[in-house]
T-cell receptor, first 113, second 113 residues
Framework: DTGVSQNPRHKITKRGQNVTFRCDPI?????LYWYRQTLGQGPEFLTYFQNEAQLEKSRLLSDRFSAERPKGSFSTLEIQRTEQGDSAMYLCASSPTSADTQYFGPGTRLTVL | TQLLEQSPQFLSIQEGENLTVYCNSSSVFSSLQWYRQEPGEGPVLLVTVVTGGEVKKLKRLTFQFGDARKDSSLHITAAQTGDTGLYLCAGAWSGGSNYKLTFGKGTLLTVNP
């Protein structure tokens, strides 16, 4: 399977704990994106990487959130001191530099108790 | 803020019927994508349209991009139960970066046997 993969698929945590999610994009894709989707809504943009450089962060990405893509391949999204409002589906997508089309992974469903 | 409005929000039909869902905006998009999403999964790309007036067909699905690139429609002929899902449109705004997708809230389609 050469699509975008995300791990874990599900994460249940207690409020105040830290969590980290991983995304492996399609191998030849330079661009990597993180989105968040809550129930009844479409995905909302969080952040974007061109290779290893993080080029934009949404205002939705508070200082408790940090994303990295250290070698321009996989990416991690960490949430510190989780809050119940962080419960959502976290989606990763990737695309080639020259194309608008983004290909999504299966997502990580986070539940904060 | 560039908004995409999708209608209807919910649609329940019988197998074999035809349907059309709409995606509208006051903004011009450089490209627009349609995705289908099933519960607990990430969005799966159906099509990308980039040229005003463009029509693309994918088996029983017909996609149209408005002449002014502000709207799009998805028509399904002879719907099947396997078409059930959340249909999302997403656009890359022509006045900004082409990497950040703005999503509509989606149309939740249920096809009954």
């Amino acid at each position: 399977d050469t699509g975008v993969s995300q791990n874990p698929r599900h994460k249940i945590t207690k409020r105040g704990q830290n969590v980290t999610f991983r995304c492996d994009p399609i191998s030849e894709h330079n661009r990597l994106y993180w989105y968040r989707q809550t129930l009844g809504q479409g995905p909302e943009f969080l952040t974007y990487f061109q290779n290893e450089a993080q080029l934009e962060k949404s205002r939705l990405l508070s200082d408790r959130f940090s994303a990295e893509r250290p070698k321009g391949s996989f990416s991690t999204l960490e949430i510190q001191r989780t809050e119940q409002g962080d419960s959502a589906m976290y989606l990763c997508a990737s695309s080639p530099t020259s194309a608008d089309t983004q290909y999504f992974g299966p997502g990580t469903r986070l539940t904060v108790l | 803020t560039q908004l995409l409005e999708q209608s209807p929000q919910f649609l329940s039909i019988q197998e074999g019927e035809n349907l059309t869902v709409y995606c509208n905006s006051s903004s011009v998009f450089s490209s627009l994508q349609w995705y289908r999403q099933e519960p607990g999964e990430g969005p799966v790309l159906l099509v990308t349209v980039v040229t005003g007036g463009e029509v693309k067909k994918l088996k029983r699905l017909t996609f149209q991009f408005g002449d002014a690139r502000k709207d799009s429609s998805l028509h399904i002929t002879a719907a099947q139960t396997g078409d059930t899902g959340l249909y999302l449109c997403a656009g890359a705004w022509s006045g900004g970066s082409n990497y950040k997708l703005t999503f509509g809230k989606g149309t939740l389609l249920t096809v009954n046997p």
